[in-house]
């Protein structure tokens, strides 16, 4: 590829395009050349976000006539069929560099198109075909997409460091995890896909093999890598509401049980792409504002279905067996209040190399954890033991004897004290950034009506539009009063403003 060529492909800038309308004269446009040189597209001013549509599609090899305007050092014109487009450039200099860019571009595409019959007009932006659309669309993107990512408030790293997995991934370098982990931000749709709004939720997936659909020479991780709490293959997602939050995953899919995995393209709000999938009979939906990040989902969870299942399951459960360090029955305090301030929870508890899990045996919880790396302190008494974390967090369990609960107290802290020690500078690796640089606004409020997350809005949000309403429709009740009803009631002899409101059909 020569080099004008390849200047040509990267062709875009401001120019003036002459209205079909005498009235509007010249008006400016943004145009830029899209999808390998095949279309000159224009916008009514640049594209920030792929949401912005434009407004017309000149496709090159349809384009008959380059010609320069007699009389004029700077406007030139482009015939597309029976249609004219009389455009204008700043500068002399820059419409030639339009002119010749242009007539490179018809001869590249004319050249790889064949003898394919070329559109005789202009293109609308919704004739072009789902997969075009969507290159162009991801083009824009990426054009922009180091200044997105400035603007994101909430690094993924913040995030695996309060969810205990950073120090674990740390080892690999950074092309071994773009090519073997994804996560972030996106929206969750709730069981009800029709009414239920979205939840903003941190989701990540991390696999043996290489997720961006191209060859690699990286090894990615195993088993052995990650936390115990985790397995391969399978997207995780959790809440983070708050700076520091450690909660648990609220839930986990295996890849290889989906099905039906499809995008969502929506034609308006503030989150237009999603991808919606089957699982335990179940609709999944998850939005975004990047159609880039649904699209290295989709890509990711096609490769990881492509991996062979032969032996998958058994060998992921004996990898599982193997892990264990010691296991019993406990009884856990309720962080609920169910029977008073003491009531006990009958769990069975598993000690891995990683964490301290406990399934409650009516399965009344589902699977909790918490990881040794955020274990603080460790403390018996009687048949009870204690467990403070980093973040303040206490966990109290009751062994059967006094005996049991010493030889787990004595096996925690061994392997508290074990793990911690094998990795390097812990401290410092799960510290979190200073929080004016993050500048995080956990409380964001989603502007598209149904994905918004009606759980954000804070107490005080809610309170304050409550009386901003509430002041409103006073407003509007008194300016629907008369003037000889407000002087009535000054006297006390006309009706109460809720009735004469009310009985007025207000």
Not at 159 to 180: E, R, S
Not at 305 to 329: D, V
Not at 397 to 425: H, M, R, Y
Request: include cysteine; charged fraction near 30%.
């Amino acid at each position: 590829m020569n080099d004008n060529l390849s200047k040509a492909l990267q062709l875009n800038g401001v120019l003036q395009k002459r209205s079909p309308s005498m009235i509007k004269g010249y008006q400016k446009r943004y145009f830029s050349v899209r999808n390998e040189g095949q279309y000159l597209i224009y916008w009514k001013k640049k594209p920030l976000s792929s949401k912005d549509k434009p407004q017309g599609v000149l496709s090159l090899t349809s384009i008959s006539t380059v010609a320069n305007v007699k009389g004029s050092d700077t406007e030139f014109i482009l015939v597309v069929g029976d249609r004219q487009f009389q455009l204008k450039a700043e500068t002399a200099s820059q419409r030639e560099f339009w002119v010749e860019s242009i007539l490179h571009l018809k001869e590249y595409r004319q050249k790889l198109e064949g003898d394919n019959e070329p559109v005789q007009q202009k293109v609308k932006w919704d004739e072009l075909d789902k997969e075009t659309i969507t290159k162009i669309k991801l083009e824009v993107e990426k054009d922009h997409l180091e200044k997105f990512s400035n603007k994101i408030d909430i690094k993924n790293d913040e995030v695996m460091k309060c969810k205990g997995i950073y120090p674990y991934l740390i080892k690999f370098d950074a092309k071994t995890q773009d090519q073997f982990i994804i996560c972030g931000f996106l929206m969750k749709k709730g069981k009800n896909t029709t009414f239920t709004r979205a939840k903003k939720r941190w989701f990540i997936m991390m696999s043996s093999v290489c997720i961006t659909g191209q060859e690699t020479d990286k090894v990615g991780p195993t088993q052995a890598d990650i936390p115990d709490t985790f397995q391969l293959d399978t997207i995780y997602y959790f809440a983070y509401d708050d700076r520091g939050d450690k909660s648990n995953f609220i839930a986990r899919i295996p890849v290889s049980e989906i099905e039906n995995i499809e995008q969502i393209d929506k034609t308006s709000g503030q989150l237009p792409y999603g991808l919606s999938f089957e699982y335990n009979d179940r609709v999944y939906q998850f939005f975004s504002e990047q159609l880039t990040d649904i699209q290295k989902w989709i890509l990711a969870i096609q490769c990881v279905k492509k991996k062979p299942k032969t032996g998958l399951k058994n060998s992921q459960q004996l990898e599982k067996k193997e892990e264990i360090i010691f296991e019993g029955p406990l009884q856990k305090q309720s962080s609920k209040i169910i029977k008073g301030p003491l009531s006990w929870i009958n769990v069975n508890a598993q000690l891995k190399k990683n964490s301290l899990s406990w399934t409650a045996k009516d399965d009344s919880q589902g699977n909790q954890y918490v990881l040794l790396i955020y274990i603080k302190q460790v403390i018996g008494k009687s048949k009870s033991f204690q467990i403070f974390t980093n973040d303040d967090q206490e966990f109290k369990f009751k062994a059967q004897t006094p005996e049991l609960k010493d030889q787990w107290v004595k096996i925690i802290k061994e392997q508290v004290d074990a793990l911690k020690g094998s990795i390097q500078n812990l401290e410092e690796i799960l510290e979190l950034p200073p929080e004016e640089a993050t500048k995080i606004d956990y409380n964001e409020q989603i502007k598209d009506e149904d994905l918004y997350d009606q759980e954000t809005i804070t107490e005080k949000f809610y309170n304050k539009m409550t009386l901003q309403i509430e002041k409103s429709k006073q407003e509007e009740k008194l300016k629907s009063k008369s003037f000889m009803s407000k002087l009535l009631c000054c006297f006390g002899g006309g009706e109460s403003e809720y009735d004469y409101v009310k009985d007025r059909g207000f």
